[in-house]
């Protein structure tokens, strides 16, 4: 079982920067392929970026150029900087963890594990 816990959201002004960290027990992140995905109010859950156990790494284009995915094994720690932030960003975001030795994808299917979330509001 893996257990994931997001940190690092709140409240900042569009064009302000934030950092959400993900750190997970149960399993070692070397790994396993991270994602991130979000969820605004009314709207379905999307992807926002992942990076492989390989390192490799995919974005959202809506995020592309602001946002960076990168991982720690030795904390065992994902983490997101969220540069440029738009009020468009606004929502919950969720880290997700692979299976192990799969590759990242933008389908959240593909993901076993997710933590309860942590609230980014970008304010206009």
């Known amino acids: 079982q893996v257990q994931l816990v997001e940190s690092g959201g709140g409240l900042v002004q569009a064009g302000g920067s934030l950092s959400l960290s993900c750190t997970a027990s149960?399993?070692?992140?070397?790994?396993?392929?991270m994602g991130w995905f979000r969820q605004a109010p009314g709207k379905e859950r999307e992807f926002v970026a992942f990076?492989?156990?390989?390192?490799?790494?995919g974005y959202a284009d809506s995020v592309k150029g602001r946002f960076t995915i990168s991982r720690d094994n030795a904390k065992n720690t994902v983490l997101l900087q969220m540069n440029s932030l738009k009020p468009e960003d606004t929502a919950v975001y969720y880290c997700?963890?692979?299976?192990?030795?799969?590759?990242?994808?933008?389908?959240?299917?593909?993901?076993?594990?997710r933590g309860q979330g942590t609230q980014v509001t970008v304010s206009s």
């Open positions: 149960g399993r070692a992140l070397s790994s396993t392929s």
């Open positions: 997700c963890a692979g299976r192990p030795r799969a590759f990242g994808t933008m389908n959240i299917n593909a993901y076993d594990y």
């Open positions: 990076v492989s156990w390989t390192g490799n790494t």
